[in-house]
């Protein structure tokens, strides 16, 4: 059974950095790309950034540009959402998913990791 968990969340200060880890275990996936999402209470499910396995290319949310790098270490089986000069507004639940052939659907998620900025 795989598994995807989620690590790194904590309360913060706006302004300040965290970094979230995202491990796999239980099996091997046909990875088409690694993502995450957020979802703060009220709101929508927002895609954050993805990591296009094969060759590493990432992409990012609008509000994300500039401020989140997404990583990978794969011997670790582990991806990383580097996340600099936080904002309230990046107040959520954070989520990583795995995007996988030959579907292309985010079939897999992890239970998620709460990040709050105060300001």
Request: proline fraction near 3%.
């Amino acid at each position: 059974q795989v598994q995807l968990v989620e690590s790194g969340g904590g309360s913060v200060q706006a302004g300040d950095s965290l970094r979230l880890s995202c491990a796999t275990s239980g099996g091997s996936l046909s990875t088409y790309a690694m993502g995450w999402f957020r979802q703060a209470p009220g709101k929508a499910r927002e895609f954050v950034a993805a990591l296009i396995w094969n060759g590493g290319t990432t992409h990012y949310g609008t509000s994300m540009k500039g401020r989140f790098t997404m990583s990978r270490d794969t011997p670790k089986n582990t991806v990383y959402l580097q996340m600099n000069n936080l904002k309230p507004e990046d107040t959520a639940r954070y989520y990583c998913a795995a995007q996988v052939l030959p579907t292309y659907q985010y079939e897999y998620w992890g239970q998620g990791t709460q990040v709050t900025v105060s300001s």
